[in-house]
Structures are given as structure tokens and as C-alpha cells.
């Protein structure tokens, strides 16, 4: 069925950490509903919003890595382009950076 797809564990980790931040989401909403506050995003927001945003910034910021990881081999004279492991991680600590601050 999903053979399409390519299940390497970046990418199951990828999509069971999304799928476990929504249910703890909607958890943490069901036991304390939120109030919406500013932060350094431009707009009053709410967990829920944080998340979302968060979400979108750690996708692109994947991407990014994973179009750019060629020319950071290259300009870093590595033998192998950098593992995603290494975006996996910035992007929860983006993550983690919107939903706690903005």
C-alpha cells in the first residue's frame, strides 16, 4: 500500500512526531483551553497557531537542508552529504523556539 513512499526512519520519525504532537495538543487543549498572547510572531496566537507556524517553519527548513546538503558537502570538503538527522534536530529546536516564545 505504501510502497510509493520512501519509509526510511527519518521519514516515520518525521511523520510519528507529528502525528504524537497533535494528539498531545489536543490533550493539553481538552484539559487547559488556551488564551491567545503575543510573542515575537506578529500576531496574538494560540498553541494551536504556534504549532501550526512551527510546523510550516520546520518543513521549509527541512527542505532547505535537504536541497542545500550537495553544496554544504562541497564547501565543507565532507565525502558524504550531511545526514538529516542534523535538520531533524534544528527543526525541533525551531519548533520548540516558536511554540514556547512566539
Known amino acids: 500500500m505504501f510502497e510509493w513512499m520512501a519509509w ?3 521519514v516515520a520519525v518525521f ?5 504524537a504532537m497533535l494528539v498531545i495538543m489536543t490533550i493539553w487543549e481538552i484539559r487547559s483551553p488556551t ?3 503575543r510573542g515575537f510572531l506578529p500576531m496574538k496566537t494560540t498553541r494551536g497557531d504556534r504549532l501550526f507556524v ?3 517553519a520546520a518543513a521549509y527548513l527541512n527542505l532547505a537542508f535537504v536541497g542545500l546538503s550537495g553544496q554544504l558537502a562541497t564547501l ?5 552529504d550531511p545526514s538529516v538527522w542534523i535538520s531533524f534536530v534544528l527543526s525541533i529546536g525551531l519548533l520548540a523556539l516558536i511554540m514556547g516564545k512566539g
Open 8 to 10: 526510511t526512519l527519518p
Open 15 to 19: 511523520f510519528c512526531s507529528i502525528v
Open 35 to 37: 488564551v491567545e498572547r
Open 54 to 56: 512551527g510546523l510550516l
Open 76 to 80: 565543507l570538503h565532507l565525502e558524504a
